[in-house]
């Protein structure tokens, strides 16, 4: 095995295999674990998490971060609840109005970041007070979404055999995961995604169009979150300034047991979705158990990832060590 | 030209702050003691960021070797759930059964801190993870942590011999700035007369170099992410002394964030190298300012954060090389 395939299919392969096995140990433990019902449930529980943390994947793939996702969460959901219920908008347009503020706002973040040279971590730290800011400034209360036709989209659903149904949230994340795959491994955008995570001097040297990639990722980013904030909406009914609050840990955390080197250049978009499913896998065992307490789920995520990072960096230094012999 | 101290831009705004308050805000700069205190909205100021000026002050030192401390939101309600559960016992906790102990509270919680500091510095200093993922870590599983030692309650207790941390005074001004003062003296001290310091910023800015004068960069940094994990189990006493509560959920919430905000201002450099502690206590205290003027001057609260982001930006445009050099550019080009 090659050095490039030890970093880049070792960790998904570690990631799969963690997987099955909490997905097998959960299944031997609980009776209908492994059913359709739950794997359906699974995704409409996490789609718009899953949705965020595509999006992000493309940012830490370049070797940046993006802090404002969990915020730009909370704009998006309570800018479509407020252009409903105040200004009367059809849900359609409210939906994707706050999808063109996200994609704005993370184009600033990467025009700041790219052509300014800043601090990715700061920027987008800054982006996530103003965001959270803003929406606090729109409504402190949460305010409920009546509509017919929201109504219509919230209560369908795609019956799958199995007694499992997809909805539309859980759709929505099936198709963002398979553009953002095709994104990533088949588009012009996702080669020079890759080259600018592995070395961004080389990029430069190579004439890849480093500045306006660099953009267009925390542009992509931004208009995930938004995107993920328009499925939350869809998920709870409603919009709240405060909801996707920490959510940009988990994203995070999703996308690094995914198996994406946070200093970039190595990862995948598959892997963030096995990352999405080992959280969620995690946590609707713990539901299941019934007896464990809710924080169980943070700390298991906290060990989880930090096994994670342990194989990663044992990766790393295999890698190192096969490139000096 | 003698250069100015990277500090002067944040002290300059402080000063701009504090007289447009001066004029326009009336009796911002009136004191009035009354049974022994004293009373306005400087000391008001004071006493308010002083948690968050804890923690910058450790987070000064971090980011001075070149890391960044995201947990110490979570190590505050860590610290905060300690101290509240070996008060008040609550059932289904750790700390169920026993007898209240105020005095064990606060060596137990700084030692927890101090514990979970140490754990940082051993993700980044021995197994070499970069700071910001070692640390998100504890910033995850932290609150969890501290939910498990609450059992998911908000733990409170009545214990004035600990309420006194946060709310007593001494010699009229709060404790809270007594704490500051102390924690800021003994940290400045240990930096600045002996040579540790220097250890410090030769360790941010060259681990190489540093390491071939004989400087052992693993044990700078256990220390220093130890100090920040230290900070911020101070901050979180102050935290719960004054609520008289351990809110695991709530306690020190984002202020990893105003904290590392408080240091970039004070022009402390976020790639790590060089460091001013009193530069970071002038960033805490100006961010502290411009939340009381915007509550005093009946500005709906959330526009501080949209001003704090502002801040910030702003803060990095000037501190960026980049903008400096265009802006330099241009300086020339006008001479010429």
Same mark, same amino acid.
């Given at each position: 095995?090659? /050095? ?40 409409? $529980? ?6 965020? *943390? ?11 971060? $993006? ?41 600033? +973040? ?32 949460? =305010? ?46 996702? !080669? ?11 990029? /430069? ?36 300034? =405060? ?81 000096? +012999? | ?16 702050? &504090? &007289? ?64 509240? %559960? ?18 064990? *509270? =606060? ?19 021995? &197994? ?57 003296? &003994?940290?400045?001290?240990?930096? !600045? ?20 004068? %004989? ?56 790639? %790590? ?20 003027? =915007? ?38 080009? /006008?001479?010429?």
């Amino acid at each position: 095995m090659n /050095r490039a395939a030890l970093r880049e299919k070792l960790p998904i392969a570690i990631t799969a295999s963690v997987l099955l096995l909490l997905c097998l140990g959960a299944g031997l433990k609980f009776e209908n674990f492994l059913s359709m019902r739950v794997f359906a449930n699974l995704l409409a $529980d996490n789609a718009f998490l899953g949705v965020v *943390a595509v999006g992000l994947t493309f940012v830490i793939l370049t070797g940046g971060i $993006d802090l404002s996702v969990g915020s730009m969460v909370g704009l998006s959901s309570i800018m479509a609840a407020k252009l409903v219920g105040t200004a009367h908008l059809h849900p359609i347009l409210a939906l994707s109005i706050p999808l063109v503020v996200g994609a704005v706002i993370g184009l600033s +973040h990467g025009v700041l970041i790219a052509r300014f040279g800043l601090p990715p971590f700061l920027v987008t730290l800054a982006g996530l007070f103003f965001c959270r800011g803003i929406s606090l400034w729109i409504s402190r209360e949460s =305010i409920q979404i009546d509509h017919p036709w929201f109504h219509d989209l919230t209560s369908w659903s795609l019956s799958l055999p199995g007694k499992g149904a997809l909805t539309a949230p859980a759709i929505g994340f099936l198709i963002v995961l398979a553009v953002g795959i095709w994104l990533a491994r088949q588009s012009r955008f996702g !080669r020079t995604v890759y080259a600018i995570g592995g070395n961004s001097a080389s990029a /430069r040297l190579m004439g890849l169009p480093v500045q306006t990639t660099l953009i267009s990722a925390y542009a992509l980013s931004g208009f995930c979150a938004a995107l993920g904030g328009a499925l939350f909406t869809l998920y709870t009914s409603s919009g709240n300034a =405060i909801s996707g609050t920490g959510l940009e840990l988990d994203a995070i955390a999703a996308v690094v047991i995914g198996g994406t080197l946070l200093t970039g250049g190595y990862g995948s978009v598959f892997g963030t979705f096995l990352g999405i499913l080992i959280l969620g896998v995690v946590q609707t065992a713990i539901t299941f158990q019934g007896t464990l307490s809710s924080w169980w789920t943070r700390i298991l995520i906290g060990v989880l990832l930090l096994c994670f990072m342990l194989v990663q960096k044992a990766i790393e230094s295999a890698a190192r060590r096969y490139q000096s +012999h | 030209m003698k250069r100015l101290p990277a500090w002067s831009w944040a002290l300059a705004v402080l000063v701009a702050v &504090l &007289l447009f308050n001066a004029f326009l805000t009336p009796g911002f700069f009136n004191f009035v003691v009354r049974d022994g205190r004293v009373f306005g909205s400087l000391i008001d100021v004071l006493n308010r960021a002083a948690p968050v000026a804890l923690l910058s002050l450790g987070m000064t030192l971090v980011i001075a070797t070149g890391g960044v401390d995201l947990s110490v939101g979570a190590i505050m309600a860590i610290s905060g759930a300690v101290a509240a %559960g070996l008060i008040s016992r609550p059932a289904g906790t750790p700390f169920e059964g026993g007898k209240s102990a105020p005095a064990l *509270a =606060i060596p137990a919680a700084l030692a927890a801190a101090m514990g979970c500091g140490l754990f940082n510095g051993f993700l980044v200093a021995v &197994l070499e993870l970069q700071p910001i993922v070692a640390t998100l870590l504890l910033m995850v599983a932290g609150r969890g942590i501290a939910q498990l030692l609450a059992n998911g309650q908000i733990v409170t207790f009545t214990e004035p011999a600990f309420a006194v941390v946060a709310r007593g005074a001494t010699l009229g001004l709060p404790n809270p700035i007594w704490i500051l003062a102390g924690v800021g003296i &003994l940290i400045g001290i240990v930096t !600045r007369l002996t040579a540790l310091g220097l250890f410090v910023e030769a360790t941010g800015s060259n681990p190489v170099a540093a390491r071939f004068v %004989g400087i052992d960069a693993r044990i700078v940094k256990l220390a220093v992410y130890a100090l920040s994990g230290t900070c911020a189990g101070i901050a979180g006493l102050i935290a719960t002394a004054d609520i008289q509560a351990a809110d695991a959920n709530n306690a020190g919430l984002y202020l990893e964030l105003d904290a590392i905000l408080a240091v970039s201002v004070g022009g402390t450099a976020l790639a %790590g190298g060089r460091f001013s502690l009193v530069g970071s206590l002038i960033g805490a205290l100006l961010m502290q300012t411009l939340t009381t003027t =915007i509550l005093t001057r009946g500005v709906s609260p959330e526009f501080t954060l949209v001003l704090k982001a502002a801040v910030v930006v702003i803060v990095c445009f000037l501190q960026s090389p980049s903008f400096r050099e265009s802006i330099q550019g241009r300086m020339k080009w /006008r001479a010429a």
